[in-house]
């Protein structure tokens, strides 16, 4: 971690970017986890400049893939995940629910984020829409790990053992809503096409 800060105050300007286009990256290969680097971002950056920088790679990380969803259709995102998983999610697809669900799955830590990026591009959502539920939805758990990692970075341990406590804690029950709202919500699913049929 010291050599990276190290490195981000050397590079100025240029290790900023290059921070952005990590994060970017993540995004785009939606199978690396995020919550090290927001950690990182809080170390290097501290909590305001590394949430900022972020959040930054993470709408256009975000935007990137709902282009290129929206320009491929469902065979770009099956170069990343198997036709299974992207049935998982059909139940985005309603647009009455679609907006209000994909902002509660990227608010709960621990769910999948950068993979709800690629579904949302196979739903109705206006690119604004998606956007401003990435920007709003996933502040809270932004900020929990740069404050973990911004907290690390000034030497108070107590508050970072804390902060990753939080954070491990609200991840698992946040995993555990994940899991029951998907499975009720498929199983809604496949009883409207019981009645439909």
């Known amino acids: 971690p010291q050599k990276f800060r190290d490195w981000v105050d050397a590079s100025g300007v240029l290790g900023r970017i290059l921070f952005i286009g990590m994060v970017v990256l993540q995004v785009l290969v939606a199978f690396i986890p995020g919550e090290p680097v ?4 809080g170390y290097a950056f501290g909590v305001l400049e590394g949430s900022l920088l972020t959040m930054a790679g993470f709408l256009i990380g975000s935007w990137l893939v709902f282009r290129l969803v929206r320009r491929f259709g469902v065979q770009f995102v099956e170069v990343f995940f198997p036709s299974k998983q992207i049935l998982e999610f059909a139940f985005l697809r309603n647009p009455k629910k679609t907006k209000i669900i994909a902002f509660i799955l990227m608010m709960i830590p621990g769910t999948p984020k950068d993979f709800l990026s690629y ?4 739903t109705q959502l206006k690119e604004w829409e998606w956007l401003a539920i990435v920007a709003i939805a996933r502040l809270p758990s932004l900020m929990t790990s740069t404050v973990t990692g911004g907290a690390a970075g000034v030497e108070n341990y107590t508050l970072s053992a804390v902060m990753l406590a939080v954070t491990v804690l609200t991840s698992l029950v946040g995993i555990l809503y994940y899991r029951e709202l998907t499975r009720r919500e498929q199983a809604a699913e496949e009883e ?3 009645d439909h049929s």
């Open 119 to 122: 579904f949302a591009g196979l």
């Open 38 to 41: 927001e950690l990182a971002a």
């Open 192 to 194: 409207t096409k019981k």
